[in-house]
């Protein structure tokens, strides 16, 4: 993939295509990508490539786009979190592509997408996304989104990474330095970015800062998919520097809010 910081800090979500299919080329790469994705939960997601001309589909936010990859897991704990961090790995390998991507949870007409990619009962269908080649000019309604949600800005580590308690700011060496900015570019819907870590004993515990307004039987809890995207990257990172992370879901009982929710702990070695 290449260098991961730099694939994270380029790759923009795009909503602009250029008209056209991806290439032969590029779709057996992504077909044969999409076979080798997991995630620390062992929990299946589904990748279906969907042709939006044969399937009518499209989304109001969109232009341009020929080719959408929806994905579908089992409706059962951890899910949304195993979605966000599965679709994640997809969405990046695409961009070293030159492929862009959006994640669109909720602006198409849900009901089509889930027939045209045989959404089945007990499954959910949390999000899909464009494949496509990105326009050579974004559109008015693409920039005035991008601007709207600050799409460009993260919050100061100070306020997502803690030491030993909650909002106790953390103080990162080089290396876990640059592995939680790749958690702080992670992309999270409306940009709200809903993970905190707290670091504790050599641990980092990824917990989900809830807003209300996210949580729906069609997608699960779409902030709790933020945090496998942030999980996703933290684990990738580690990875790509020879280090093993060992992922855990034993909560470590630290006091948090109540509006917080423990998530997962990685152990990093």
């Known amino acids: 993939m290449g260098n991961l ?22 779709r057996k790469d992504i077909e044969d990508y999409i076979g ?3 995630n620390p939960f062992g929990i299946p997601v589904e990748f279906v490539l969907l042709d939006a001309k044969e399937h009518g589909l499209s989304s109001p936010v969109l232009t341009g786009e020929q080719l959408y990859v929806a994905g579908k897991v089992e409706k059962k704990p951890y899910a949304d979190v195993a979605f966000g961090y599965s679709f994640e790995e997809l969405v990046l390998h695409a961009w070293t592509l030159g492929i ?47 601007k709207g949600i600050g799409a460009d800005s993260r919050m100061p580590g100070e306020k997502l990474f803690f030491d030993g308690t ?11 330095a640059e592995l939680l900015e790749m958690v702080r570019w992670a992309p999270s ?49 580690a990875n790509e520097r020879g280090l093993s992370a060992e992922v855990s879901v034993s909560d470590p009982g630290i006091e948090i809010p109540e509006d917080a929710e423990y998530i997962a702990s990685v152990k990093i070695a």
Request: charged share 25%.
């Open 166 to 176: 909650w909002g106790q700011p953390y103080s990162a060496d080089a290396e876990t």
């Open 189 to 237: 819907a409306v940009n709200k970015q809903p993970w905190r870590i707290i670091v504790r004993d050599g641990m980092f515990h990824f917990y989900e800062k809830k807003d209300r307004g996210y949580v729906n039987d069609a997608t699960g809890d779409l902030q709790k998919i933020d945090v496998g995207i942030a999980l996703c990257h933290f684990v990738m990172g």
């Open 36 to 38: 080798t994705v997991s």
């Open 100 to 146: 862009g991507t959006v994640w669109i949870g909720g602006t198409m007409k849900r009901e089509l997408f889930e027939k045209a990619a045989g959404l089945k009962e007990g499954q959910m269908m949390p999000c899909v996304s464009p494949l496509g080649y990105p326009a050579a000019k974004r559109s008015l309604k693409e920039a005035m989104m991008r």
């Open 5 to 26: 910081m730099d694939t994270i800090k380029g790759r923009k979500s795009v909503r602009s295509y250029d008209g056209t299919q991806i290439s032969d080329e590029h």
